[in-house]
């Protein structure tokens, strides 16, 4: 099956995100170190630097290795830098499905699917980063003829 | 008919004896602790316990004023709540379930509690507590035939109704209950429970308090005696509490699964067990998702397997998204043999073609290899740690040198060795043109069963490890089961084959032909 990229508006989501997770745990990391009287800088300096480092090259990488391509048997989502795994899902089992976006991602443009099964593990199949149009219309065409039942 | 639904008013009410058991099932969570702490004396305000009753007596009362049920044209009405009234319709098309639960008090009384469950999952929709055999039997075959008149729309109702005479597939034996009562070590799990709820209830205080007084003598005793007597005495004392731990075992077993009854009512399959409370359980065909055989050791010793199923909807996430913990297993058998439980898998699985001897198919050829490694790593890491704590802890009664490693995998390399070979030569998978099939397992040997036109999900995945060695895993998800249950994960396999697999499996055709629909028309 031929699989595509998400949209590459997601990986400044991404940066963002990173961004945020490497300020807070920064910036609580210097304030608790300047109450107990003493010099932040090393800590802080290598908190920022990590996830400076993270959020340089991380999203890009996560951003290759995710694809998502559909059929007309379903869906197939890979995803994973080291880990990798590759989520096949046929159709006739998505019992519903949500477009999501969060602030960051409404100012990208982009969106979150979400695939609802009748699974025990699984219940909940994500793929986020696709342009919110296109989430919107592969929800559409992964709905049409899917009314046969899902158990 | 909406408007038939929303004028119809349940008019059943609950057996007179119904307020019975919602107190009982009110205080039960109440009144065991407080009696034993009354009993343990480690509270004396005894009377407190007897006034908290009045007011759930009255509730339970009222529930029972208030309480109606009632067969609607759409579906079972239930109207419920002390304060807040609540109205509850369920589809009969819906309605998958209805269990029969009798304690001894209801046996005594001659009445029941009948949970009726939906796909949904979770906990029962509705429980209603308690009713006459009578109303059970009228209840039953309301919801079954409007059941059926709803699946053949219109028509008249099929002999899905008509009383069909119960085929009896198994039923065991006291002789095989002791069995299961030993391989199956429930005895242990009693105990832990009860050491914890003692330790909660303040039992461990008490004996602490006395413990010196109690023990004193029997300890110094115990310490005159030589080594090989106290290590007598020590092994004895283990062997009795196993002993005992496995006749509770035997017990349990012969009171929750007393003249277990496996039987064929139409399409479903019925179970009845239990000694003091009687379970009667329907099993239906459509909602099996998989099956899962197991053997221990002990069941080989024995020659036995048990065989449990997975049904739709039967853990997974509750309506409040709140994970449930499934209420019980769902045994096809708790213990048969091997051929009679190739029957049952086959009669429980009517879409799955099992004439044909499945095609099985190893691991990749240096799975073993990797097993082997893996165990011997952990091995020398959890040597390594213990090793390196003995020495960071000043009273630790040895520090084992620099010999401890190697000593540790003269042992371990052998069993690991021994472990990645049984292991690797008894993991096999198959797919046929309608389920896949693995069977794995070192000591217990496990096989599942999933019909291809149940699968949810196809996972494939890949670890740094796996790359190197080129090797994959599948895992597929199904209805059944929950997030804590096995399902199907083939694990070392050769990476060409993983990714053919998954297309296989995920090109299954769900939806042609045999495959019955899982809900009917609503």
């Known amino acids: 099956m031929p699989t595509e990229h998400v949209d590459r508006a997601t990986i400044s989501v991404w940066r963002w995100q990173w961004i945020i997770a490497t300020l807070i745990p920064a910036v609580s990391v210097t304030l608790m170190l300047v109450n107990s009287g003493r010099t932040p800088w090393g800590a802080t300096g290598a908190i920022l630097l990590a996830g400076l480092l993270v959020t340089w090259l991380w999203p890009t990488a996560y951003y290759r290795h995710l694809r998502y391509g559909a059929d007309e048997t379903g869906i197939v989502i890979e995803r994973g830098v080291f880990w990798r795994s590759r989520i096949a899902l046929p159709r006739v089992r998505i019992q519903h499905t949500d477009v999501s976006q969060g602030p960051l991602q409404r100012r990208y443009g982009v969106g979150t699917l979400k695939l609802y099964t009748a699974g025990s593990r699984h219940t909940m199949i994500e793929l986020s980063g696709l342009a919110h149009a296109d989430a919107l219309s592969l929800r559409d065409a992964l709905l049409e003829g899917s009314s046969a039942s899902g158990v | ?522």
């Open chain 2, 1 to 522: 008919m909406a408007s038939e639904s929303l004028t119809f008013e349940p008019q059943h009410r609950l057996h007179p004896l119904s307020w019975l058991f919602s107190l009982t099932n009110y205080i039960k969570n109440f009144i065991v602790p407080l009696a034993f702490l009354v009993f343990l004396g480690a509270r004396d305000d005894e009377m407190w316990g007897l006034v908290a009753v009045v007011p759930l007596l009255i509730g339970a009362l009222w529930k029972q004023w208030i309480y109606r049920y009632g067969f609607g044209p759409r579906g079972l009405v239930i109207r419920d709540g002390l304060f807040f009234r609540n109205v509850r319709q369920i589809d009969y098309a819906r309605i998958e379930n209805i269990d029969i639960e009798r304690g001894l008090l209801h046996r005594l009384l001659g009445v029941a509690q009948a949970s009726i469950a939906t796909s949904t999952g979770g906990k029962a929709e509705a429980s209603i507590r308690v009713l006459s055999l009578d109303a059970v039997q009228e209840l039953r075959e309301q919801v079954f035939s409007h059941r059926a008149e709803k699946a053949a729309t219109g028509q008249p109702a099929p002999q899905a109704v008509a009383p069909t005479a119960d085929e009896v597939l198994l039923r065991l034996p006291p002789i095989e209950l002791v069995r299961f009562g030993l391989i199956d070590n429930r005895g242990m799990l009693v105990v832990a429970a009860l050491v914890g709820f003692l330790a909660q209830g303040g039992a461990f205080e008490l004996v602490m308090r006395n413990a010196a007084s109690w023990l004193d003598a029997p300890l110094h005793d115990f310490a005159a005696l030589g080594f090989a007597m106290q290590a007598a005495i020590g092994v004895f004392g283990l062997i009795s509490a196993l002993i005992a731990m496995r006749i509770l075992s035997v017990a349990i077993a012969f009171v929750t699964l007393f003249d277990f009854t496996l039987s064929r009512h139409s399409d479903d399959f019925r179970v009845h067990h239990g000694l003091l409370t009687r379970l009667a359980l329907t099993l239906r065909v459509r909602r099996i998702q998989s099956i899962h055989q197991t053997q221990t050791l002990l069941h080989r010793f024995f020659g036995r397997v048990s065989v449990r199923v997975d049904l739709a909807g039967d853990s997974g996430v509750s309506e409040e998204g709140k994970q449930q913990s499934q209420t019980r297993t769902r045994w096809l058998a708790p213990i048969c043999t091997p051929d009679m439980a190739q029957t049952l898998i086959a009669t429980a699985l009517p879409d799955v073609d099992f004439t044909a001897s499945p095609n099985w198919q190893p691991l990749a050829p240096r799975a073993r290899g990797r097993i082997f490694r893996k165990s011997v790593y952990f091995g020398v890491f959890f040597a390594a740690l213990t090793a390196l704590t003995l020495h960071l802890v000043p009273e630790a009664p040895f520090r084992p040198g620099m010999g401890w490693i190697p000593a540790v995998l003269a042992v371990l390399l052998p069993i690991a060795w021994w472990r990645a070979h049984v292991f690797v030569t008894n993991t096999r998978w198959a797919l046929t043109d309608d389920a896949v099939m693995f069977r794995y397992g070192w000591l217990t040997r496990r096989l599942i069963v999933a019909p291809r036109n149940r699968l949810q999900s196809v996972h494939f995945a890949e670890s740094p490890f796996d790359r190197r060695h080129r090797m994959a895993s599948v895992s597929i998800d199904t209805a059944g089961g929950g997030a804590m249950r096995d399902n199907i994960h083939i694990p070392f396999l050769p990476e060409q084959i993983a990714r053919a697999l998954m297309v296989r499996l995920y090109h299954s055709e769900i939806d042609r032909g045999r495959v019955p629909q899982a809900l009917p028309p609503a």
